[in-house]
C-alpha cells in the first residue's frame, strides 16, 4: 500500500512536470472575474436561505465552483450576528454536501463544507460564551447562569440555527470527537438553563435531543461508554418528550453502536432488523445503509464472514449511485479486510486503494484511522512486518490525534506484537507498559484480566510473553 | 471563451505538437489548477494573479520536494497555502517599511525646511 501511495506521487509528479513543460513563459489566462463571483455569491446565497434551490437542477461546473468558494468567502467576512452566521454557515454547509461534485482529487467539496463548519463552530463559541459570560462592565467577566435578559435578547436562535448547528458539529463527529463532545456539553447546559428563553419548548426539547445524541456518539468514539450511554439516555427522554419516532430510532441504532463496541455482536444482530426496517420505510437512505454497515461489522466479527462480505458488496453497489464518499470508503475498507481475513491480499489492497481515494486529502479522521489499521493487518499477515509497522504506527497517530485513548492503547498492542515479530522486544516492552495503565483504568478487557495481569509480570520480568500479548489482543479486539 | 475553459498559450508552439497532451492539460487545469488558485483566493485573500502566482510556484516546489508517502494532493495545498502565508507576510512587512520610510523621509524633508527657514 504504501508502494500504491508512492506510485500516486509519482504520476502526480509526471503531470505537474508536464503542466509546468506546457505552460513555461506563458500566460496563463484563467476567466475569472472576483467582483461577478462575488455577485453571483450573493445571489446564491439569498437562494440558498430561501430554500428555493434544487441541488438535482445543478451542474458542478467551474462557474458554480467559482461562486461557491466566493459564497464561503462573505462567510467569512459577514459581518451578521452569531445565530445568523450559524444558521447561514449550516444552510450552505447543507446544500454543498447535496451537490454531486465528479473529478475532485483535491476534496475542494470537503474543504468548503469543513470552512463552512469552521464558521459555524465560531458562531457556536460564540453563542456558548454570551450565554455563560457576560461583561461585568469593571473590564472583568464572570460566570453568568445562563437564561437572563441581559444576555438572551441578542441570541435567540430558531428551530433553524439549531438544524443548523447540529449538522455542523455532525459533521464533526468523526474528525474532532473531543471537540464534538465538550461543546454539545456546553450546549446541552444552555438548553437546559434556557428552558423557555429560547424559542418555543419544543425547539429546546429537540435541540436538547439532537445534541444529547451527538454527545453519546462523541463519548463512544472516545471509549467513555458510561458517558455515552448516559448521553443517549437524555436524548430518549428528549425525543419521547416529543413523541418523535425518527429521533427514537436513531438513538437505538446509536445504542446498537455501544452493544456493538462492546462485543455483544449477538444481541446487535437480533435488534438491528427493525431500526433498519424503520429508516427503510421513512426512505432515510443514510441510516439503513449505516445500519447494514453495522449488521456486517457484526457478522464478520461472529465469524460469519462470508455473509457479511455479501452484504458488504450488496451495499456498496447501491452505494455507488449517491454520494456518499465517507460510508464508501468505510465500506469498501471492511470490504478489504474481509478479504484480507480470507487471505485474499491482492483483492484486500485493491479494496483500500478504492477506499484512500475516496478519502481523498480529508483531514484526520476516524475512517482514515481504522483504514490504516486494517492495511496494517494485511501487512502483517503477507508477513511484510515493517510496512505493517509503519501503518500500524501511522494509525495509532491518527487516533491519539483524535483523542480515542482506548483506540490508542489497542494500537499500541499490536505495534508491540509486531514488534516482537522483528525481534525489537525492548520497544515492544515500552509499547505495552504505555498500553497498560489505559487498558486498566478505562476496563477495556473486564474477562480479560488474566491476561493483563500475565503480560504485566511478563513484562516486568523483561521476558515478554507473545501468547498473553496475543490473548490480550484479542480480548481487546472482541471488546473494541 | 467560455467560463473555466484553460487558456494555456504556448507562444509559437506548432498545433499539432501540443494536440496529444491538450486534453490532459485541460484535465490538469480544471483537477488541480485551478481548484488551487481559488483555495488561494478564497483562504488568502490573493488576487487571481497572485493565487496563479502561488501555485506555479508550488508546482516547482512539488517537482523537486514532494515525498513518496503521505497523502500528495493534502501536501501540494499545504504548499500553496505556505506559499501564500509568505506573499501575504512580505507583503505586509514591505508595507511597514515603506510607510515608516515615508514617515521617516517626510520628518526629514520637514525638520530640513524648517532649518532652512531658522537660516
Known amino acids: 500500500m504504501t508502494e500504491a501511495l508512492s506510485d500516486n506521487t509519482a504520476a502526480l509528479q509526471l503531470r505537474i512536470a508536464n503542466w509546468l513543460a506546457h505552460t513555461r513563459d506563458v500566460d496563463i489566462a484563467i476567466d475569472s472575474d472576483q467582483e461577478q463571483a462575488s455577485r453571483k455569491a450573493l445571489k446564491l446565497r439569498q437562494a440558498i436561505i ?6 438535482e437542477s445543478l451542474t458542478v461546473d467551474e462557474d458554480l465552483k467559482e461562486t461557491l468558494s466566493a459564497l464561503v468567502s462573505h462567510l467569512v467576512e459577514s459581518e451578521a450576528t452569531a445565530p445568523e452566521r450559524l444558521r447561514h454557515a449550516g444552510a450552505v454547509c447543507q446544500f454543498i454536501n447535496r451537490l454531486t461534485w465528479t473529478d475532485d482529487p483535491l476534496a475542494e467539496k470537503r474543504d468548503l463544507l469543513l470552512e463552512c463548519a469552521e464558521i459555524g463552530w465560531a458562531a457556536i463559541r460564540l453563542l456558548v460564551e454570551k450565554v455563560t459570560r457576560h461583561d461585568t462592565g469593571n473590564g472583568s467577566t464572570e460566570t453568568h447562569p445562563a437564561g437572563t435578559d441581559r444576555v438572551y435578547p441578542t441570541c435567540q436562535p430558531n428551530r433553524d440555527s439549531i438544524a443548523a448547528l447540529i449538522e455542523l458539529l455532525r459533521h464533526r463527529l468523526d474528525s474532532y470527537p473531543s471537540g464534538v463532545a465538550e461543546v454539545s456539553t456546553e450546549i446541552y447546559g444552555w438548553f437546559q438553563n434556557a428552558a423557555g428563553a429560547i424559542g418555543l419548548s419544543d425547539e429546546t426539547c429537540f435541540g436538547q435531543g439532537e445534541v444529547a445524541l451527538l454527545a453519546g456518539g462523541a463519548y ?79 457478522l464478520k466479527q461472529s465469524g460469519r464472514r462470508e455473509e457479511a462480505l455479501s452484504l458488504l458488496e450488496r451495499i456498496h453497489f447501491s452505494l455507488l449511485k449517491s454520494d456518499t464518499s465517507t460510508l464508501a470508503a468505510r465500506i469498501l475498507a471492511e470490504i478489504g479486510d474481509l478479504h484480507q481475513l480470507r487471505g485474499e491480499t491482492a483483492k484486500a489492497m485493491a479494496s483500500f486503494s478504492k477506499a484512500i481515494a475516496l478519502l481523498g486529502a480529508s483531514e484526520v479522521c476516524l475512517a482514515r484511522a481504522d483504514l490504516k489499521m486494517f492495511i496494517g493487518a494485511a501487512h502483517w499477515g503477507e508477513g511484510q512486518c515493517h510496512a505493517a509497522l509503519k501503518a500500524f504506527q501511522s494509525s495509532l497517530a491518527d487516533y491519539a490525534h483524535l483523542k480515542m485513548v482506548a483506540r490508542v492503547a489497542y494500537m499500541r498492542l499490536y505495534i508491540a506484537d509486531t514488534l516482537l515479530d522483528l525481534y525489537r522486544p525492548r520497544e515492544a516492552e ?20 488474566a491476561a493483563v495481569a500475565l503480560l504485566k509480570e511478563s513484562v516486568r520480568r523483561r521476558k515478554t510473553d507473545p501468547n498473553a500479548l496475543r490473548e490480550l489482543r484479542e480480548h481487546l479486539q472482541a471488546s473494541k | 471563451m467560455s467560463s473555466g475553459e484553460p487558456a494555456v498559450r504556448v507562444p509559437g508552439g506548432p498545433q499539432a505538437e501540443s494536440v496529444p497532451d491538450a486534453a490532459e492539460i485541460e484535465a490538469f487545469f480544471h483537477e488541480f489548477f485551478r481548484p488551487l488558485v481559488r483555495r488561494a483566493v478564497r483562504r488568502h485573500r490573493l488576487s487571481t494573479d497572485d493565487a496563479r502566482d502561488v501555485v506555479q510556484e508550488a508546482f516547482v516546489v512539488a517537482l523537486t520536494k514532494m515525498g513518496p508517502e503521505g497523502n500528495a494532493a493534502a501536501w501540494l495545498k499545504q504548499v500553496v497555502d505556505f506559499l501564500a502565508i509568505n506573499l501575504n507576510r512580505t507583503r505586509a512587512r514591505r508595507a511597514e517599511l515603506l510607510r515608516r520610510w515615508v514617515a521617516s523621509s517626510s520628518t526629514m524633508q520637514r525638520s530640513m525646511s524648517l532649518g532652512m527657514e531658522d537660516d
Open chain 1, 50 to 55: 430561501e430554500g428555493n434551490l434544487e441541488t
Open chain 1, 220 to 298: 463512544r468514539h472516545l471509549g467513555k461508554r458510561d458517558d455515552a450511554t448516559r448521553w443517549l439516555d437524555r436524548a430518549e427522554v428528549s425525543f419521547r418528550t416529543l413523541a418523535d419516532p425518527t429521533g427514537l430510532a436513531r438513538v437505538s441504532y446509536a445504542r446498537l453502536c455501544l452493544r456493538h463496541e462492546m462485543g455483544d455482536y449477538g444481541h446487535v444482530l437480533a435488534f438491528l432488523p427493525p431500526v433498519r426496517g424503520f429508516f427503510e420505510h421513512r426512505g432515510m437512505l443514510q441510516e439503513s445503509m449505516k445500519c447494514r454497515l453495522l449488521e456486517a461489522v457484526a
Open chain 1, 430 to 449: 515500552r509499547e505495552i507498559l504505555a498500553a497498560l495503565p489505559t487498558i486498566e483504568a478505562q476496563k477495556m478487557v473486564p474477562e480479560g484480566f
